[in-house]
C-alpha cells in the first residue's frame, strides 16, 4: 500500500476566503496547502474593479501566517457594467487573472451578477483578444428550472452558445457538477476546461437529505445523482488535462447555515488535499493526483508550475468539527468529526497540524 505521496506544489483554483474575522480564520488552511490560490470576487459589495482587487489582495497579504509564501490570485466579479479597459489593464499589469460570471442570483452574493450574456458581450470580447479567462458559475437561474437541471440547461443555453461566439476564449466551467458538463468539457474546443471540488467527488445529493435536512452537505451548485459523482470521479482521475482542482472552500458561519433559509457553501479547505488523495487512492489513480493537483492548472492558465514538492502520509487523523471566529461563532468543517486518511506531512505553516 502506498504509503507517502509525493507531489509539485499544488494550487487551489476555486477558493472564497472571505473577508476581515473570517479571512483571517480561514486562509491559514489554504495557503498551508497550495502554493496560489484563485481568489472568488463575491464579497459584500464585490470586488467589481482592480483597485477593489489590489485592496483586497493587500488584506488578504496582511491575514497570512507569518513566513508564509502563498499567492493569491485576484479575480474580478463581472456585472451588467463592468469596464474592458480596467479588466485588460488590470490583467496586463498582473494585478487579476480573470474575471468571474455569476448569473444574476445564482448563488451567494450573486446579485449584482450578470442579468443578460448580450449585455457582456463588448467585454467578453476584448477579454478574448487579450487572453483574459472568464471563470463561469455554470447554472441558469429560470426559476421555471429544476434546481438539479440548472447546470445542465446552463450547458446548453448559455454555455455551447457563448464559446461559439468567442472562439479564443479561455473559458473556466467552475465547480462542475454532471456528466453532462464533464461530457462537454471533454468534447469541447480548445482552451475550454473544469474545476471540481472535492465534495462533489464524495457525496451526492442523497447526503443533503440523510436523516433529515443536511445544512452542511448544501451548496452550489448541488450535489446530484449518483451517477454525475460518478462521472465526476472518472473525469477527475483521468489524467485530461482539461480538469483540475478547485476546491470552492465557502465558509460560513455555522449560524448561517443552520437556519430556515441557510446559505450555500462548504468549507472544504482544512480537509481539502486529504480528501482528493481519497478519492485518487480509491480510484487507483495515484499517479494522475500530481496533473490534476498541481499541472493541469497552470497549463490552462498559462503560468509556470509551482517549484518545490508537498508531501502527504497515511496518517489517521481526526478532523476538528469546527473552527472557531471571534465572538463565539464557528465555522464547520467538512468531514468535522470523522477521521480522514491522510495528513500533510510538510506544509509551510503552522495550520500544517490542522491540514
Ligand atoms: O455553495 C456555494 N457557495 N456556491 C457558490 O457558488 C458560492 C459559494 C459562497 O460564496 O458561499
Ligand atoms: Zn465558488
Given at each position: 500500500m502506498t504509503e507517502t505521496i509525493t507531489i509539485r506544489r499544488p494550487d487551489d483554483w476555486h477558493v472564497h476566503l472571505r473577508d476581515g474575522a473570517m479571512l483571517k480564520a480561514v486562509l491559514p488552511f489554504t495557503a498551508a496547502q497550495f502554493s496560489r490560490a484563485i481568489i472568488?470576487?463575491?464579497?459584500?459589495?464585490?470586488?467589481?474593479t482592480t483597485a477593489m482587487a489590489d485592496a483586497y489582495r493587500e488584506r488578504i497579504m496582511a491575514a497570512l501566517p507569518a513566513g508564509s509564501r502563498f499567492q493569491p490570485l485576484m479575480t474580478l466579479y463581472m456585472t451588467d457594467d463592468t469596464d474592458p479597459a480596467d479588466v485588460v489593464s488590470g490583467y496586463e499589469s498582473g494585478r487579476i487573472v480573470a474575471v468571474k460570471l455569476y448569473p444574476?442570483?445564482?448563488?451567494?452574493?450573486?446579485?449584482?451578477?450578470?442579468?443578460?450574456?448580450e449585455k457582456i458581450h463588448p467585454v467578453l470580447a476584448a477579454m478574448e483578444k487579450a487572453g483574459v479567462p472568464l471563470l463561469i458559475h455554470g447554472?441558469?437561474?429560470?426559476?421555471?428550472?429544476?434546481i438539479f437541471d440548472r447546470e445542465a440547461v446552463f450547458i446548453e443555453t448559455v454555455l455551447d452558445p457563448l464559446v461559439r461566439r468567442f472562439p479564443g476564449l479561455k473559458v473556466t466551467l467552475e465547480h462542475v457538477t454532471t456528466k453532462e458538463g464533464v461530457e462537454y468539457v471533454t468534447g469541447a474546443r480548445e482552451r475550454v476546461a473544469a474545476t471540481i471540488t472535492p465534495h462533489h467527488l464524495i457525496f451526492n445529493r442523497n447526503a443533503i437529505f440523510q436523516g433529515g435536512i443536511r445544512p452542511?452537505?448544501?451548496?452550489?451548485p448541488i450535489a446530484k445523482r449518483e451517477e454525475h459523482r460518478l462521472a465526476l470521479r472518472k473525469a477527475a482521475t483521468?489524467?485530461?488535462?482539461r480538469f483540475f482542482l478547485g476546491t470552492d472552500t465557502a465558509p460560513h458561519a455555522r449560524a448561517a447555515k443552520e437556519a430556515a433559509c441557510g446559505c450555500a457553501g462548504l468549507f472544504v479547505a482544512p480537509v481539502a488535499l486529504a480528501c482528493y488523495a481519497q478519492v485518487f487512492e480509491e480510484e487507483g489513480a495515484l499517479d494522475k493526483f500530481e496533473a490534476f493537483a498541481s499541472l493541469n492548472g497552470p497549463r490552462h492558465y498559462g503560468l509556470p508550475v509551482n517549484e518545490g514538492t508537498i508531501t502527504l502520509v497515511r496518517r489517521p487523523r481526526a478532523v476538528a468539527e469546527d473552527v472557531s471566529l471571534p465572538a463565539g461563532e464557528a465555522v464547520h468543517v467538512f468531514r468535522g468529526g470523522e477521521t480522514v486518511?491522510?495528513?500533510?506531512?510538510?506544509?509551510?505553516?503552522?495550520?500544517a497540524a490542522v491540514a
Open positions: 472568488m470576487p463575491n464579497l459584500v459589495p464585490p470586488v467589481t444574476q442570483h445564482a448563488t451567494t452574493n450573486s446579485h449584482f451578477g450578470v442579468t443578460d450574456i447554472e441558469v437561474t429560470r426559476p421555471e428550472v429544476d452542511h452537505y448544501y451548496c452550489l483521468s489524467g485530461n488535462p486518511s491522510w495528513t500533510v506531512a510538510d506544509a509551510d505553516s503552522a495550520a
